[in-house]
C-alpha cells in the first residue's frame, strides 16, 4: 500500500517567506509526527498530532512554526518569516498510535527546505 | 531527561567485514529502543525494536541488536556487511505508554569499500 507522502520535496525559499509543507500519513493512522533533520544532527522532534487530542506542539522551535491536521489525515507544516537556519529536510512520520512499541514510525521521504 | 548518543559519526568498513555500531542512551523509565536505516534519497526504514525479554534482538537485513541495561547501550550488529548497508543509521528511544515520541540519536553514516 501507500507510504506515507510528503510534498514539495524539495522547496527553495528567500529568507523572510512563509512556506508550507504537506505530509499526506498513511490510510488508518491515527499518529502523525513531524521532525526536523538537519546537517550533522538527529532527528529533531517538532510535533505530535494523535486523533482527536490536542497536538504536542513541545518540539516546535519557535512561534514562526506551526502545524495543523485537518480532518484527522493531512497534515501541514507552516512556517512563517523562514530563517537560513531553518534550512533542513522535514520529516513526517505516523503511526498506528497504540504505543511506540507496538506501532513503529512509517516516515515519508521528507521535503528539502533551503532558506537563501 | 531522555537523550540517545550515537558516538561515531561516520564508519568505514570492508565489504564482508563484521560492523558494530554503538548506541547509549539516557531514559527514566524502560525505554523501547529502536534502529532506523535511512538509504540515500529514502525515507527511514525500522531495523528492528526492543522492548523486554530476549536482550538480544533480530531484525532485517540480517542485523541484530543487544541491549544491555548495565551500560544503557543497544548497539547494532552485523556479521558480514554488504555494499547495500551503506547508508544512516539512527538509534532512537520511546517510553513504553503515552509519551509516543521518540528521540534519535544524531546517526552514524556507514560507507561500505569493496
Known amino acids: 500500500g501507500a507510504g506515507v507522502s510528503q510534498s514539495p520535496s524539495n522547496k527553495v525559499t528567500e529568507k523572510g517567506k512563509d512556506v508550507e509543507l504537506r505530509c499526506d500519513p498513511i490510510?488508518?493512522?491515527?499518529?502523525l509526527y513531524w521532525y526536523r533533520q538537519s546537517l550533522g544532527q538527529g532527528l529533531e522532534f517538532l510535533i505530535y498530532?494523535?486523533?482527536?487530542?490536542?497536538?504536542?506542539k513541545s518540539g516546535l522551535p519557535s512561534d514562526r512554526f506551526s502545524a495543523e491536521r485537518t480532518g484527522g489525515s493531512v497534515s501541514t507544516l507552516t512556517i512563517q518569516r523562514t530563517q537560513q537556519e531553518d534550512s533542513a529536510v522535514y520529516l513526517c512520520?505516523?503511526?498506528?498510535?497504540?504505543?511506540?512499541?507496538?506501532?513503529?514510525?512509517?516516515f515519508g521521504n521528507g521535503t528539502r527546505l533551503t532558506v537563501t | 531527561a531522555q537523550s540517545v548518543t550515537q558516538p561515531d559519526i561516520h564508519i568505514t568498513v570492508s565489504e564482508g567485514a563484521s560492523l558494530e555500531l554503538r548506541c547509549n542512551y539516557s531514559?527514566?523509565?524502560?525505554?523501547?529502543l529502536f534502529w532506523y536505516v535511512q538509504s540515500p534519497g529514502q525515507g527511514l526504514q525500522l531495523l528492528l525494536k526492543?522492548?523486554?525479554?530476549?536482550?538480544l534482538v533480530q531484525g532485517i537485513k540480517g542485523f541484530e541488536a543487544e541491549f544491555k541495561r548495565s551500560q544503557s547501550s543497544f548497539n547494532l550488529r552485523k556479521p558480514s556487511v554488504h555494499w547495500s548497508d551503506a547508508a544512516e543509521y539512527f538509534c532512537?528511544?520511546?517510553?513504553?505508554?503515552?509519551?509516543?515520541?521518540?528521540?534519535f540519536g544524531t546517526g552514524t553514516r556507514l560507507t561500505v569499500i569493496p
Open positions: 526492543y522492548f523486554s525479554g530476549d536482550t
Open positions: 498530532f494523535q486523533g482527536n487530542s490536542a497536538p504536542d
Open positions: 531514559y527514566g523509565a524502560t525505554p523501547y
Open positions: 512520520a505516523s503511526s498506528l498510535g497504540k504505543g511506540s512499541y507496538n506501532s513503529p514510525l512509517h
Open positions: 490510510s488508518g493512522h491515527t499518529a
Open positions: 532512537a528511544v520511546g517510553g513504553q505508554t503515552g509519551a509516543n515520541n521518540l528521540f
